[in-house]
Structure formats: structure tokens, C-alpha cells
């Protein structure tokens, strides 16, 4: 891993070194193309939309991109990590049911979020310790996870729908900073952002999370604990699981067992299309920022052109079929193994 | 000269009154696949081009409460000038449409109401009470000497299917005509025909004594009659309620349904986008007893908190079902 | 001196276990769905009654279908979650077609089986030859397929009315009484099962699922076998949406949308594992009657519809887990027979 940041673009050394300046180019590369892909898909949604371009408009659909948003950059720390979990819409609709259970016993809201922060570490734990500890298969036993968490939101919450919330339960999906359009969850989501970049990128847990991505094996005999890491990256998951159930009840003010149905493909769209690798090892939060904006300002524009749902969903799925397709095509040079098995027979190889 | 320049200012504000941009409305069902609603949108879209409004039909595929909200928003967005919407939810539907009403767009219900503030007019296709005693009388036709029934709804919260039921679980009580009905279970299948043959399978193993299937929901009936025929319990097991006549004809010609009733898709959304215009021209107000002239459809009284209802029921028999096609 | 005396013992207990572990583990899902039977037999009134045996075998068959399809793509390594779409597609086009030419006769049949066959044939092509991981490929395709449904289907719904009658008719057809839904279900497990003893073809699917490195070196083009895998997926999968067609009434766009972790269920709990390469079709067969009897059982004893979907989740952990369990401890005996 090369060891370039965007801060480094800054030194003056740099600017005036076109070495410098080449190297982080290169390093950006994929960054760089999903920026204009966003601009011009900026562009496109302008003519499909006379509506489209405008601050409110743009503002007021932002909520759209922040729950997912944030859920997104919990998983793409564990695609980072080589793994998989494609439960965290579930885990948010256990919570979104769980606050309901909480609205309506009247509790206060700091201790309904202590609640269902501990219910989704609880259920991200137990994704982590089947991946990381039983070595089980990320992709089905997630999948499996997925269909029970998701059994689990609907005894919980059945298909009821509730929407009594008192209003402190709705603050942060419904408030605006001042009198201004900006919602306060679009500053949440800034700030996770934030966190995440930092998480990522200048801490030991991002460096051996991408240690892990590339080779676990040689982490491990290196003395790091990789299952922990893993169980970590999943508990973030579940956290960011859990912020996005306080925001949705906010933005929608009601839950039901079906809540974040579909937004599973979204968010996988966005993390393959942030260039984060599938199987690990490589990826920036900048690109995984810039394609959420990119498929939220594609999803924003066919809305406004009443473009039909599986329209919408199919040009998605396009997108997400060539992203992955057009990055395999342009690391050629790096052969990375495809399909990993988990090593089964060794004692100590993770 | 004075008077010449005031005619012509009169002359201009008539002129760009009456080349104005025509108004846009928009029709938002619970969701855009089912016959049922396209047959409304087709009769909102005739009623639109009589009056000169610009109609667009959209929404989500499925009956997904977020997806509806977020198509809601959409149209906020796009400054519709009058909403028509068939809430899936009573109260999850609800947020966007008093959004819209803040911003000045008159929202008009049809065939699902949402929450009273969130609406201007709900057009009801009938009102709750007929709508349920015509349930029960299917049934009582299906099966005179009364017996155990069971009723299929899309959601706990779908306001109409679930004002059905507890009238009609009201009414099996204290009306001495529906006493020999017993209602024995209230099943839920989304409004999903595939998932209705399921349910309706269930319920009959479930209730072996079962005599009546009832729904609310025009994909549930056409399921249930499909059960029965595949369990083989024709004439042992009989399904009514609401339903489309091209979906149930058959089940009526080869004798192993008896009755069904709906009112015309068509003119309740012909009604609605009436409504909605007078509206949004602001001469309807949300007043007990003003009328509304909804051209072909009739003429209609407005009733408490803004219900406009329609109520001109079709009943099907074997005898009449090959009068109607849709 | 122990361990020599036991050593030759051990030996022959490792072989014969390493020998029949297929055989056990299918021997263990007959087991559990014996047992399940039981319980509910037990707990609820009308389940071992020949009608309600009926009705799971028959909710069990379209599974079936569905499940050996999606088992051939499991046992290669791979996970196909398209089928509902292809399902979707298939089923709708077929309608479609059916209403047009509704003399087509079995010329209906073809065209379901081919339209799968098609659609299977891009996901095999995206995932094998675009090297994109079968996840991503199949999440992708769900949607695509879903969107050309809608597409071709200008999002309007076909009334079961447009169908030929001898379609709906046949789907609740018996012979001798049984229906004649799960004659069709049995007749493609044995056939399925007739193929891998007979042509070399499904031999090559394990292998490239066992271990793909060594596959290749043995000469085997993992590639196509890959893609075969994906094809008669499809294949399978079009040609149990033409019954699914003929049952369902009406066919809408959502058609089949849901069926992913119900096929994926079937094909883990029957012993199929995940990690590629062992499974066999029998075992999909028992694991689809354990989802349909748990899903009956549930309905008798009046329980929530929603402890379904809890359930089949947690049995598929609990399945993957199992088999995980199981391969390491044969393993484990392999490495202490060498030493």
C-alpha cells in the first residue's frame, strides 16, 4: 500500500514536485473517475428534472442518503477486512421495532438508544463470531443471519407498523439546524464520514484491517489477533446499524418489521463502486463517499422523472455488474486468488 | 385613456389566466401493478384530459410503505398542484402528505384513507358499514345456513380492509341477520395473490369447519377461490368479498363461487381527479354538505372530515358477470 | 503403545467415515425431518392426515425444483441469488407467450426452460468469465432481470384468465392421487441423480467446487464448468416458473420475488455445503420438505407466520455450521491417520 494521502497533495513539496503529484493521481485513480461519473450524473438528473437543481430539492433529499449512507460505511470496513455481512439491514429494522417497543413503554430516549445500541453489538457480535471465530463462510451464514434478524424485527415489531413516537425519538430525523433546510442527520452522516476516514486510514485498526484483507494468514503469524479485528469491524457495523434505526424513525416516524427491505444492493453498489475490493485489502472512504453521492444523485433524478422503481433498481444493478467488471479488467497486473476457502485443516492458519 | 389601459390590464390577466399552465396532479396507489389501480388511473387519466389537467400516474411497484413515502416526497418535490394517493399504511403514509399540505398541495385519498389531517378529501369508493354488510351478505349467499368465516387483509394498518373487519365483527354480533356467521381467524397476505393462495391453504387446514373465505383486497379473492379449487373443496369452501369480474369470472361460471361485489375502478378514480381540480381551484371546500358535480361519474355530497363517498356497488352473480369486463 | 494398538482401528473407523460422510450427512437430515415430524404429529391436530401430507408435498415440489438448481451452483462454490428474478423473467415471458399461442402445447415449456436457460447463461458468463465474485453478479442480476420484467411487462399484471386452460388445469392435476406437481419434482430429482451417476458432467462440478486450483491443473476448464453450473441453474429454475405460472393466478411483476433464501434454505439444510464441492441431491430434496413441513406445522399449531422466516434463517446458520463441524473433524481424523 502506497503510502500517499490527499493531505499530502497539500505540502508544498508536492505541488511543486510533479513526481509527487503524479503518484497520488495514480494512487486516486478510481476516486477520480467516480467524480466525474458523479458530475455527470449531476448533469443527467438536471435534464431529466427541472426540479432536480435546486438547494431545498437537494437538501430535502439528502435524508434519503443518510441512514443508508452510514450503513454503507460500516460495511465497507468489513468487505475491507476480506468478509461479508449482509445482515445490517436487518439488525436496523430489530432496532427501529425495538424503539418502538421503547416509545411505547415510555422510556427516555438515552436509554431506549443504550438499549438498542446493546441489541445490535449483541447481533453483529454473534455475525462477527460465526465468521471470525467458527471460521464459517461470511457470505451464506450472513445471508442466513439476514433472513433470521429479520424474522426476529418482524415477531418483534409484526407488520403492525408503528407510529406513535413521541417527538424526542424523532428528533434527529426531523430537525433542521436553525431555520435553514439542512437537516441535522446530513451533518451526522458528515461526521461519521469523518470518523470513518480517520478510522480508516490513520489508526493501527484501519492499517491491520487492511493487513487482514490482504493476508490473514500473515497477520496472524505475525501476532496480531485477527479474529478480534474481525469481531471488531462487525460490532462497528452493527453500530452504524443502530444510528441508522434513530435516524429512520426520525425520518419516516413509524417501523415495521420490514423496515430497510431494500437497501441491501444499494449499499453493496456503493462500497464495490467506492473501489473497495471485494475480497479485501483495498479501499478509501473518499471513494466509497463519492459513489454513495453518485448513486443517490442518480436515484434522486429518476425519482424526480417519476422513472419507475425496478427501472431505477435495474440500472443500479447495471451499474454495480460493470463497476466491478471494469476493475477487474484494469488490475490485470495484480492476480489476486478469486475464491478463498477458509483452510479448514490447519490448527493455527485463520 | 385611462379606461383603455385598465381594460387591457383586465384583458391581459384574463388571457394569462386562461392560457395559464395547466394544472398537474398526481395519482400515487399503494402500488402501480394491480389491475385494480391502473383501471382507476385510466379513469382519473379521461377525467384529466376533460378538464384540461396534466395527470402523471407513478409510484412504487410494490407495497412497501418507505418506497410510497419516498414517492411522495417526489412529488412534493416536483410542486405538484393536488395529490391523490391510496395510503398503504393509516398513519406511515401520512408524513409526506402533511409535508405536501404545508406547501399549499391539496391531497385527495381514494380507496385507503390516511390520517385525517394529512388529507384534504378521501374519496371512498363505499362507506365502511355497506361495504361490510355486503361482505356478509356474500357470505350468508355462499352459505345460508351461516357457519365459521374467516377474512383476509393486506396489512394490520390498511385502513379500509381493517374498517371492514371490525364492523363486520361488530355487526356478526348484534344484527340478528348475520347471527349464524362466526368469525374465526383474520389472516394477512400484502396484498400478493401468490401469498393469498397460501394463506387461504392455511386457513382451510387451520379451520376444517371453515365455510367462508371474506377480502377486502381484489388480489386476495381471486387467491382463496384458487386455493379452494386446489384443495378441492368446492362447494365445501366458498370466497367472496372484493374482486375485479375478470378475475373471478371463471370461478363463477364453472359453479364453484356464487357472489362478489366491487364498485367501478374507473369512476372512483374519474370521481377523485374531479375533486382534487375543484380542489385546488378552491371551490370545493372540506364542508358537511357541499356538493361536488363529478361529471359522468354523479354528483356527491361532502360528508364528515372531507369523506366523499362513491358507493354505487356492482354485485356479480353467474347470472350478470358476462355484463361486465374489466 | 496405545496409540499404536488403536491406530489400525482408528484407520478403518476414518475410512469408512470419510467414505459415507455424504451418506451421513443426508442420513442426519433424514433424521431431523423424522424428527420434525414427529413433533409436529405431536403437538398439532390434522398433520399426519394424507390431505396435509399432500399439501407440504406439494408446496415442497416447486422448492425442489428451484433447490436443485440452485444446488448445482452451490457445490461449485458459487451462490446464485437471481432465482427469484429468473423466476420473475421466465415465468412472466412464458405467461405472456402462453396467452398468444395457447396451442403451443409443450412448445410452452421450452420456452420457460429456455428464457431460465438464457438468464443463467449471463449470470454463469459475468461470474466465470468476468471473474466477478458470484455475490456481486447474482445481487446484480436480481435486479436486472426484475427490471427487464418490468420492462417487457410495461408493469401491468397477466389474470391466470389468459392462460390456457390445460396449464391451470394441470397444476392441480393428480395421478392415483398424487399431484402431479410432485410426480414432475421426483422425476427431476431422480433424473438429476441418474446424470451424475451416468455422464462425467457433475463429477466435474464437484471437483471444480472442491478445490478450483487443483481442478484446473487436472486439465478440467473450470470456466465452463462454472457456466454450466449457472445455465442448468436457470434451466431448472425456467422450467419450475412454468408450474409456478400455472399455479399462481395472477403473474405480476413482483413474481418470485422472495425465493432466494427459501432456495438457498432448502440447498444447506439438505446438506449441501457452501464451502463447495459435497452435497448431494437427495439431501436437497429432504432439506426442501424440511422447510415445507416446518412451514405447515407452524401454520397447524397456529404460530406466527413471521417465526418462519426466523426459523429458516437460523437453520441455515445453524446447517453451514454443522457442516463446517463435520468437515473439520474428518479432517482432524485424516491428519492423525497420516501421523
Same mark, same amino acid.
Given at each position: 500500500?502506497? +503510502? ?80 461479508? +455481512? ?57 445471508? !442466513? ?11 418483534? !415489531? ?14 434527529? @430525523? ?63 457495523? @452493527? ?37 473497495? +475490493? ?28 417519476? *422513472? ?6 435495474? *440500472? ?16 490485470? !497486473? ?17 | ?326 | ?108 415449456? #421450452? ?141 405480476? #411483476? ?86
Amino acid at each position: 500500500m502506497k +503510502d500517499t494521502f490527499v493531505g499530502d497533495l497539500l505540502k508544498p513539496k508536492a505541488l511543486g514536485n510533479p513526481t509527487a503529484m503524479r503518484q497520488t493521481f495514480a494512487e486516486y485513480r478510481w476516486e477520480f473517475v467516480i467524480a466525474v461519473m458523479l458530475v455527470l450524473a449531476a448533469v443527467w438528473a438536471t435534464t431529466l428534472s427541472p426540479y432536480y437543481l435546486s438547494l431545498d430539492q437537494l437538501l430535502f433529499s439528502s435524508r434519503n442518503l443518510v441512514f443508508t449512507g452510514i450503513m454503507t460505511l460500516g460495511l465497507a470496513f468489513i468487505i475491507l477486512t476480506g468478509e461479508m +455481512d449482509l445482515s445490517l439491514p436487518s439488525i436496523l429494522a430489530v432496532c427501529t421495532v425495538s424503539l418502538a417497543k421503547a416509545s411505547q413503554a415510555n422510556l427516555p430516549l438515552p436509554v431506549a438508544l443504550a438499549g438498542i445500541t446493546v441489541i445490535a453489538l449483541m447481533m453483529s457480535a454473534f455475525n462477527g463470531f460465526l465468521v471470525a471465530k467458527l471460521r464459517l463462510p461470511a457470505l451464506p451464514v450472513t445471508l !442466513g443471519t439476514m433472513g433470521a434478524y429479520r424474522g426476529v424485527a418482524f415477531i418483534i !415489531g409484526s407488520n403492525v407498523g408503528y407510529t406513535g413516537f413521541n417527538n424526542t425519538y424523532k428528533w434527529l @430525523g426531523t430537525a433542521t439546524v436553525g431555520t435553514s433546510p439542512l437537516p441535522v442527520m446530513l451533518l451526522v452522516l458528515v461526521g461519521c464520514v469523518a470518523i470513518f476516514w480517520v478510522l480508516m486510514h490513520y489508526t493501527t485498526f484501519g492499517r491491520r484491517c487492511f493487513a487482514i484483507g490482504n493476508n490473514s494468514a500473515a497477520v496472524t503469524y505475525s501476532g496480531i489477533n485477527v479474529a478480534r479485528t474481525k469481531i471488531g469491524t462487525y460490532m462497528l457495523g @452493527g453500530l452504524t446499524a443502530a444510528m441508522g434505526a434513530w435516524i429512520f424513525i426520525g425520518q419516516f416516524g413509524s417501523s415495521r418489521g420490514d423496515n430497510a427491505n431494500g437497501v441491501l444492493l444499494g449499499m453493496i453498489t456503493a462500497v464495490v463502486l467506492g473501489g473497495v +475490493d471485494i475480497n479485501g485489502g483495498r479501499g478509501k472512504v473518499l471513494g466509497v463517499l463519492l459513489s454513495m453521492l453518485f448513486i443517490w444523485t442518480l436515484r434522486n433524478g429518476m425519482g424526480l422523472a417519476n *422513472i419507475a422503481g425496478p427501472i431505477e433498481q435495474l *440500472i443500479i444493478g447495471v451499474l454495480l455488474v460493470t463497476g466491478v467488471l471494469v476493475s477487474n479488467l484494469t488490475t490485470r !497486473g495484480n492476480w489476486r486468488p478469486r475464491t478463498r476457502k477458509k483452510v479448514i485443516a490447519g490448527p493455527s492458519a485463520p | 385613456m385611462k379606461r383603455g389601459l385598465a381594460i387591457l390590464a383586465v384583458l391581459v390577466v384574463v388571457a394569462s389566466v386562461a392560457t395559464a399552465a395547466p394544472l398537474r396532479i398526481f395519482m400515487n396507489p399503494k402500488f402501480t401493478g394491480l389491475s385494480y389501480f391502473q383501471r382507476c388511473a385510466l379513469g382519473a387519466g379521461d377525467a384529466a384530459k376533460l378538464l384540461g389537467v396534466q395527470f402523471t400516474y407513478t409510484g412504487s411497484e410494490q407495497p412497501d410503505v418507505q418506497l410510497q413515502v419516498q414517492a411522495l416526497e417526489n412529488i412534493v418535490s416536483q410542486k405538484a398542484d393536488a395529490i391523490i394517493c391510496s395510503a398503504i399504511d393509516l398513519n406511515a403514509s401520512a408524513p409526506p402528505l402533511r409535508t405536501a399540505r404545508s406547501k399549499g398541495i391539496k391531497v385527495v385519498t381514494y380507496d385507503a384513507d390516511s390520517a385525517v389531517d394529512s388529507r384534504d378529501f378521501f374519496c371512498n369508493q363505499m362507506d365502511y358499514e355497506s361495504a361490510a354488510r355486503a361482505e356478509l351478505d356474500c357470505a350468508l349467499l355462499d352459505s345460508p345456513e351461516g357457519g365459521e368465516i374467516a377474512f383476509i387483509a393486506a396489512t394490520p394498518t390498511s385502513p379500509n380492509h381493517m374498517a371492514h373487519f371490525n364492523i363486520a365483527s361488530q355487526l356478526v354480533k348484534t344484527d340478528p341477520k348475520y347471527k349464524s356467521l362466526k368469525i374465526v381467524a383474520l389472516q394477512f397476505d400484502n396484498d400478493d395473490e401468490a401469498q393469498s393462495v397460501q394463506v387461504a391453504t392455511n386457513l382451510m387446514q387451520a379451520f376444517p369447519k371453515l365455510k367462508v373465505i371474506i377480502s377486502s383486497a381484489t388480489p386476495t379473492v381471486p387467491g382463496a377461490c384458487r386455493a379452494i379449487e386446489e384443495l378441492g373443496k368446492q362447494g365445501q369452501v366458498f370466497a367472496t368479498g372484493v374482486a375485479l369480474p375478470s378475475t373471478i369470472k371463471q370461478y363463477l361460471k364453472d359453479g364453484s363461487q356464487k357472489a362478489f361485489f366491487i364498485w367501478d375502478p374507473y369512476w372512483l378514480g374519474y370521481m377523485s381527479m374531479y375533486v382534487a381540480k375543484d380542489a385546488v381551484d378552491g371551490t370545493l371546500k372540506a364542508v358537511p354538505g357541499s356538493k361536488v358535480d363529478c361529471g359522468k361519474a354523479g354528483q356527491f355530497v361532502v360528508g364528515k372530515d372531507g369523506e366523499i363517498v362513491y358507493g354505487k356497488a356492482l354485485f356479480f352473480t353467474p347470472e350478470n358477470i358476462d355484463q361486465y369486463n374489466f | 503403545m496405545i496409540a499404536n494398538t488403536n491406530s489400525a482401528l482408528a484407520r478403518r473407523i476414518s475410512t469408512t467415515l470419510s467414505r459415507n460422510t455424504l451418506r451421513l450427512r443426508v442420513f442426519s437430515v433424514l433424521l431431523s425431518l423424522a424428527a420434525m415430524l414427529a413433533v409436529f404429529a405431536l403437538t398439532t391436530t390434522n398433520f399426519l392426515t394424507l390431505q396435509n401430507l399432500k399439501v407440504i408435498a406439494f408446496n415442497a415440489s416447486l422448492l425442489t425444483m428451484v433447490a436443485c438448481g440452485e444446488s448445482i451452483v452451490v457445490i461449485t462454490r458459487n451462490l446464485d441469488v437471481s432465482v427469484g428474478s429468473i423466476i420473475g423473467f421466465s415465468g412472466f415471458i412464458t405467461a405472456m407467450f402462453a396467452a398468444a399461442h395457447p396451442h403451443a402445447g409443450p412448445l410452452i415449456i #421450452v420456452v420457460a426452460v429456455g428464457i431460465g436457460f438464457v438468464l443463467g447463461l449471463v449470470n454463469g458468463t459475468i461470474v466465470a468469465y468476468g471473474r466477478v465474485p458470484s455475490i456481486v453478479a447474482t445481487l446484480g442480476t436480481l435486479s436486472i432481470f426484475r427490471g427487464f420484467t418490468y420492462i417487457v411487462g410495461k408493469g401491468v399484471e397477466l389474470p391466470s384468465s389468459y392462460l390456457p386452460r390445460w396449464m391451470t388445469n394441470g397444476a392441480e392435476a393428480t395421478v392415483l392421487g398424487v399431484p402431479f406437481v410432485v410426480l414432475v419434482a421426483l422425476l427431476v430429482v431422480l433424473a438429476m441423480a441418474f446424470i451424475s451417476r451416468r455422464f462425467p458432467i457433475m463429477r466435474r462440478v464437484y471437483a471444480v467446487g472442491s478445490n478450483p486450483g487443483a481442478a484446473v491443473f487436472y486439465g478440467l476448464r473450470a470456466n465452463r464448468v462454472v457456466l454450466f453450473a449457472y445455465a442448468a441453474c436457470g434451466a431448472l429454475v425456467g422450467f419450475a416458473a412454468f408450474f409456478y405460472i400455472s399455479r399462481v393466478g395472477t403473474i405480476s #411483476v413482483i413474481l418470485g420475488h422472495d425465493w432466494e433464501l427459501m432456495a438457498l434454505a432448502s440447498v444447506v439444510l439438505g446438506g449441501v455445503a457452501t464451502t463447495g464441492g459435497s452435497g448431494s441431491i437427495i439431501g436437497v430434496l429432504f432439506g426442501a420438505l424440511m422447510l415445507s413441513t416446518i412451514d405447515n406445522g407452524l401454520v397447524l399449531a397456529h404460530a406466527q407466520e413471521y417465526w418462519r422466516m426466523f426459523i429458516q434463517g437460523f437453520a441455515i446458520v445453524g446447517a453451514i455450521a454443522l457442516d463446517a463441524g463435520i468437515e473439520r473433524r474428518i479432517m482432524a481424523i485424516f491428519r492423525n491417520q497420516r501421523v
